[in-house]
């Protein structure tokens, strides 16, 4: 590649500081450097943890950032050291490494390896190790990842090589939304058949949820959702009952132990609202219930009354769907099953309108068109 060694200028779209929209840029990205790989993006989800990070966290220290960590592209050239890439292959960036090194890697119980930015760095939510500059500053990698400019670089422990057949613009959900709702079921959860779900919260991770639970086997799953456009589509996934919370002068907890003989066997909080946390546990049956947080939010604490773990209740957490990144993604690329999702395709500049469509609701998923 004729770029290779040299800084690339190229767009992306820049977050100067919380609660504005992102500017188009001219940014500069520095050659990799030892262990690292420059990836041209190809296509890109924008996923509601891009919103959070400027519209709701709003932490200064964060900024000026690129946000982005849904993409996938091809690899333009790699840095020293590196021997398992190279330019041209696949790949797919990963907001949760896997060194295979540290003690975690190398435990079966978790995928939350240690070098990835999130063990450090997860209040400001970027890693400042930065190849990116723009008019004289350094720029933050958002999630380690910043997919919404046209190159980055990303150390080759967060990047998954996949098929050359894999059609970019939309394996690019599998590096984060998909992959987290659906291991959050069929790993974090262990939804096993003939149980009872409940998904809370209906965007692409509460619907891969969905679809988590289906393929677990699980017999009846609610889909609870305030926005009632989203049932349309979790029916297509395999829910089986409905329910909006607003069109309840109870809690839904109890509408849903009424409905279900004392609660679900598993619940999933796929929103990121710490009430909607609390509701999702005490919605679970007691004696062996099992509530899984998927949904991310630092700004307040949770709380719950200590009788609903007393009574025999699990609460889980889970991150990236409890898979090992690294080995999992080529695998879920290989399982993909293509067209499950209702793909608004827009161009880098309509990054903006793209957080607009979710923060109304208006689509499940907007996938942006990089670069070619
Ligand atoms: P999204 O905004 O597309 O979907 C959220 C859904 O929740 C919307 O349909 C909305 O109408 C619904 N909702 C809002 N308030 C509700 C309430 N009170 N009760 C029921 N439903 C309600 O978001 P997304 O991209 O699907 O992401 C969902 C959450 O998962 C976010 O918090 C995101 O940050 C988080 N996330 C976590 C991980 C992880 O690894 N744990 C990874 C990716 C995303
Ligand atoms: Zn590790």
Known sequence: MATAGKVIKCRAAVAWEPNVPLMMEEIEVAPPQEGEIRIKVVATGVCHTDLYHPFEVKDKRGFPTVLGHEGAGVVESVGPGVTDFKPGDKVIPLFLSQCGECKFCKSPNTNLCDCSWSSKYHDIMSDPTTRFTCRGQPILQFMGTSTFSEYT???????AKIA?????????LLSCGISTGYGAAVNTAGVTPGSVCAVFGLGAVGLAAVMGCKNAGASRIFAVDINEKKFEKAKVFGATDFLNPKAYDKPISEVLAELTNGGVDFSLECVGNTEVMRTALESCVKGWGVSVL???????????????????????????????????????????????????????????????????????????????
């Open 153 to 159: 670089v990303i150390n080759q422990i967060a990047v």
């Open 164 to 172: 050359d057949d894999a059609p970019l613009d939309r394996v690019c």
């Open 294 to 372: 998927v949904g991310w939010t630092d700004v307040k604490d949770f709380s719950a009354k200590p009788i609903q773990l007393i009574s025999g209740k699990t609460w889980k957490g889970s991150l990236f769907g409890g898979f090992k990144s690294k080995d999992s993604v080529p695998n879920l690329v290989c399982n993909y099953m293509n067209g499950k999702i209702k793909l608004d395709k827009m161009s880098l500049e309509q990054v903006n309108d793209a957080i607009n469509l979710m923060k109304t609701g208006d689509c499940i998923r907007c996938i942006l068109n990089i670069s070619k």
